[in-house]
């Protein structure tokens, strides 16, 4: 009979040390750091899916990114513009030899893809318009020649720079006096003759 209780006691106990482990079991499927854990992975598998249905918000400047094209270049081509800084002035001129305002401006705006007309007139009827307080960094300004009163086309600058507050553009372009070189339209000669601006960019 003793025997017998022992036979009968042991797969009691194995009973219950089987029911602990699966209540340990089941308790660790529920645990926090786990459902975190799934939860990551969830997230993980839709961007791996579509990237862009969850988007980060560190991902969010990568986006932004994709639409400064067009700034990142117009830095760009002020930057080769000022790399001729003073290169001398020439009548017709369309190369580093040497250039006339619109020589320049056409030069500098076909390394980056745009193609102007050869003359500051022509050039004028190229873009679109711009207010003279929206000019931005790449803009074509044009100016009359040494005539101040003939209203007439004679002179094309790229802007630089613009001060909303102040109105103040600044400008490089190629002068008859030193060649390319920057200026304002804050300067008397350069404010009387000043006709507009227009964006080609």
Do not use: W
């Not at 961007?47 to 117009?74: Q, Y």
């Not at 720079?161 to 008859?176: K, R």
């Not at 300067?187 to 006709?195: I, M, N, T, V």
């Amino acid at each position: 009979m003793l025997i017998a209780a022992v036979v009968c006691a042991q797969p009691a106990d194995a009973a219950k040390r089987s029911a602990s482990k699966k209540k340990t079991h089941t308790t660790k499927t529920v645990t926090a750091r786990e459902a975190a854990e799934a939860e990551e992975m969830t997230y993980a598998s839709v961007s791996r899916t579509n990237p862009f249905e969850i988007v980060p918000a560190a991902g969010m400047e990568l986006l932004e990114d994709l639409s400064d094209e067009a700034p990142e270049i117009v830095n760009d081509l002020i930057a080769y513009a000022k790399s001729y800084m003073g290169t001398r002035y020439v009548r017709g001129g369309k190369s580093p030899k040497g250039f006339d305002c619109s020589g320049f401006t056409s030069y500098v705006f076909n390394q980056f893809g745009t193609s102007l007309s050869a003359s500051s007139a022509a050039q004028y009827n190229q873009g679109v318009k711009v207010k003279r307080d929206e000019v931005v960094p790449g803009d074509l300004l044009f100016f009359t020649g040494r005539n101040s009163r003939s209203g007439r086309v004679g002179h094309v600058a790229i802007a630089i720079d613009s001060n909303p507050v102040t109105g103040e553009i600044t400008f490089i372009h190629a002068a008859i006096s030193g060649g390319i070189r920057i200026d304002r339209t804050s300067q008397p000669y350069y404010a009387a003759r000043y006709l507009g601006a227009r964006r080609v960019l």
